[in-house]
């Protein structure tokens, strides 16, 4: 089994950076896609960002695409989202996921994804 663990959220202006991180515990890590959403208040979870177990192919959300970068150091255990150029509406606690899927196409839904961190806000102020 798998155990997440975000971190690196916060209060930032509008059009800083912040660079988040999942820490994962358990043997089989690398096997797993990692993934990263986001919910809003009064909003549905948002599908970010995903990468593969072995860091070869990743995926980002259009809303997200030139701002956000995910990656993962397998030897550390850890997934990053490096989030720059902050909007307002960026605004939410972010969660990261992990997810064995026998298939190269990474999934961008909740339901792909077993293993769910317990999320860290980040809140961007104008």
């Known amino acids: 089994q798998v155990q997440l663990v975000e971190s690196g959220g916060g209060l930032v202006q509008a059009g800083g950076s912040l660079r988040l991180s999942c820490a994962a515990s358990?043997?089989?890590?690398?096997?797993?896609?990692v993934a990263w959403f986001r919910q809003a208040p009064g909003k549905e979870r948002e599908f970010l960002a995903a990468?593969?177990?072995?860091?070869?192919?990743?995926v980002l959300a259009d809303s997200v695409k030139g701002r956000f970068a995910i990656s993962r150091d397998n030897a550390k255990n850890m997934v990053v989202l490096q989030m720059n150029s902050l909007k307002l509406e960026d605004t939410a606690i972010y969660y990261c996921?992990?997810?064995?899927?026998?298939?190269?196409?990474?999934?961008?839904?909740?339901?792909?994804?077993?293993?769910w961190g317990q999320g860290t806000q980040v809140t961007v102020s104008s």
């Open positions: 996921a992990a997810g064995f899927r026998p298939t190269i196409r990474l999934g961008v839904g909740r339901e792909d994804y077993d293993y």
């Open positions: 358990g043997r089989t890590f690398n096997s797993y896609d």
């Open positions: 990468i593969a177990f072995n860091g070869g192919n990743s």
